[in-house]
């Protein structure tokens, strides 16, 4: 069965293990640029949420890459990029709602979350448990749909409070 990624924005404490988990599993450095994974934060509300990419059921990205090289796996329902095809032109990074595809200059790629095909070493560490890999259900789904729409909220909260993202 299908499994998702739950994430539990208010179970977040802003360690950032899962940042460097991240960096580390898929660059061997520990480096949050390298990271498919960031914390976003607003101090003056007390507040960390975790960015990444949740798999959209019709992802923006794999509409607008124009070398095809973003596409949605029908079984898994991972969303992977293919690093071979992909030119670095960012139109993914720009359409995606939630901020979770970033760019390496360095190697002049796009980053985004792959569930590290399945077994996410990102949730493997969250202590408070924020992120969680579940069975795709009837159950979990509304679940999620409901932590992305508070989680849609609070980022245009923190947004207008800092001039846009």
Same mark, same amino acid.
């Given at each position: 069965m299908r499994k998702?990624?739950?994430?539990?924005?208010?179970?977040?404490?802003?360690? *950032?293990?899962?940042?460097?988990?991240?960096?580390? *599993? !898929?660059? *061997?450095?520990? /480096?949050?640029? &390298? /990271?498919?994974?960031?914390?976003?934060?607003?101090? /003056?509300?007390? #507040?960390?949420?975790p960015i990444l990419c949740l798999q959209c059921d019709n992802p923006p990205c794999e509409a607008v890459c124009p070398t095809n090289a973003i596409t949605k796996d029908l079984e898994t329902g991972i969303v992977k990029i293919d690093y071979s095809k992909c030119i670095g032109c960012r139109e993914c990074m720009w359409i995606c709602p939630f901020g979770a595809i970033s760019y390496d200059a360095d190697a002049r790629?796009? #980053? *985004?979350?792959? +569930?590290?095909?399945?077994?996410?070493?990102?949730?493997?560490?969250?202590?408070?448990q924020a992120l969680r890999i579940e069975l795709a259900s009837k159950a979990s789904i509304p679940r &999620?749909? &409901? +932590?992305?729409?508070? &989680?849609? !909220?609070? +980022? !245009?909260?923190?947004?207008? !409070?800092?001039?846009? +993202?």
């Open positions: 998702i990624l739950v994430v539990d924005f208010q179970r977040c404490t802003g360690c *950032k293990a899962c940042v460097v988990t991240c960096s580390f *599993k !898929k660059e *061997k450095r520990f /480096s949050p640029t &390298k /990271s498919r994974i960031f914390i976003m934060e607003d101090e /003056s509300e007390w #507040l960390a949420m790629r796009v #980053l *985004k979350c792959d +569930l590290c095909d399945g077994e996410p070493a990102c949730v493997e560490v969250c202590v408070p &999620k749909r &409901k +932590l992305f729409n508070e &989680k849609s !909220k609070i +980022l !245009k909260s923190i947004s207008t !409070k800092i001039g846009g +993202l």
